[in-house]
């Protein structure tokens, strides 16, 4: 699976947008971006995949970039329980070489600021 | 609470000793896999199970490590012998059956070996 770069750390303020950005240059045609996030002292939790169209759930919206090397998780009002280390995952998952196991590497961690 | 739980929540041993973990799945779910975070890391995968069938493990478990899901539903993770680099949060997920199904982890079982 691709490898992914994300900053260490960013912050908001509550009620505003929060835009985590992903770096995934060398993302390949069959890989998918996963959106996970971990609250402290909890198991990971899902939020949003994509292959190469933009995503919307209750949650959050993904951007994927035309060129795929890039994407963005945007909570659109963050709060405070949104605080959480976020990890952005690239992984196949159809197909041969589908890969049932999530890679996650460090994560950003977002402080929501009152 | 994600439908996924875990058994116990914590444990401290003794160098030496053995301890084994408990997942129960979310029950109408195929797949479940054991995930290892240190302090400051992300998860890293142990092994998954589809059904009873144990389909992949990591290098990470080393031959003191033995996970079990013998009628396809709750799994176990022993440690044999364990050591102080064992200390680690164990985590559990479970998943329908494809690949791009997203995971549903359980609280997690902290691991502190004295």
Redesign the interface.
Known sequence: DAKTTQPPSMDCAEGRAANLPCNHSTISGNE?VYWYRQIH??????II?GLKNNETNEMASLIITEDRKSSTLILPHATLRDTA?Y?CIV????GPG??????????ITLSVRP | D?G?SQDPRHKITKRGQNVTFRCDPISEHN?L?W?RQTL??????LT?FQNEAQ??K?RLLSDRFSAERPKGSFSTLEIQRTEQGDSAMY?C?S?AL???N???????TRLTVL
């Open positions: 998918y002292s909890q198991g990971p939790q899902y995949h280390v990890y992984r196949v998952v159809l589908a890969n049932s196991k999530l890679t996650f590497g460090k994560g | 994600t996924v797949r896999y995930y400051g890391q992300g998860p890293e995968f998954y389909l992949e990591s985590l997920a998943s494809a690949s791009y997203e995971q549903f982890f359980g609280p997690g």
